[in-house]
């Protein structure tokens, strides 16, 4: 089965200036996750998708950071305008259930590193 | 809020070792655990989950503890060679998804 696939690999931008990632997750996964990872730590949940529809953002930076899920697919991930101290890896990932009980794992992508100037 | 640490930060062993990694956490209320490695520039390789009802796990040369009354796992590979050194990361499903730092293996030839 194909993996959960990422675009771009790497992005540099400058500071104030806006970037786009996009996630294709496994087929019929319907639960999608996008992740934050600074260098040295681990990754810190963004958002859940169920399908289209929202499960937690309760740690997306609203006022910069946007994502969506149209169609219950692929999905992007926004940040308008960049900060500095958004330089990280952001990861994407998918699982074939919800519900945080589910016994189904988390598939990875590998990522997209950004770099802010 | 829950907080999850790994113990060691780094670790060097031989080929052939066997080694725990170790993940402690603070709220008990969790629904699973799940481990991860991670090597460099890559996303994230699921190696066990253990759902909260469970104890442990086994993966061929892997073995994950779970004792959520004292908020810990453990991570067992056996064995060990040169194609283990990665970052392994622990990972507590609760109220949030809340990663620890991970740990950074080095097996050496």
């Known amino acids: 089965e194909a993996g959960v696939a990422q675009s771009p690999r790497y992005k540099i931008i400058e500071k104030r200036q806006s970037v786009a990632f996009w996630c294709n997750p496994i087929s019929g996964h319907a639960t999608l996750y996008w992740y934050q990872q600074i260098l040295g730590q681990g990754p810190k949940l963004l958002i859940q998708f169920q399908n289209n529809g929202v499960v937690d953002d309760s740690q997306l930076p609203k006022d910069r950071f946007s994502a969506e899920r149209l169609k219950g697919v692929d999905s992007t991930l926004k940040i308008q305008p960049a900060k500095l101290e958004d330089s990280a890896v952001y990861l994407c990932?998918?699982?074939?259930?919800?519900?945080?009980?589910?016994?189904?794992?988390?598939?990875f992508g590998d990522g997209t590193r950004l770099s802010i100037l | 809020k829950q907080e999850v640490t790994q113990i060691p930060a780094a670790l060097s062993v031989p080929e052939g070792e066997n080694l725990v990694l170790n993940c402690s956490f603070t709220d008990s209320a969790i629904y699973n655990l799940q481990w991860f490695r991670q090597d460099p520039g890559k996303g994230l390789t699921s190696l066990l989950l253990?759902?909260?009802?469970?104890r442990e796990q086994t993966s061929g040369r892997l073995n994950a503890s779970l004792d959520k009354s004292s908020g810990r796992s453990t991570l067992y590979i056996a064995a060990s060679q040169p194609g283990d050194s990665a970052t392994y990361l622990c990972a507590v499903i609760g109220q949030n998804f809340v990663f620890g730092p991970g740990t950074r293996l080095s097996v050496l030839p």
């Open positions: 990932a998918s699982s074939s259930r919800t519900g945080r009980g589910s016994n189904q794992p988390q598939h």
């Open positions: 253990i759902q909260s009802s469970q």
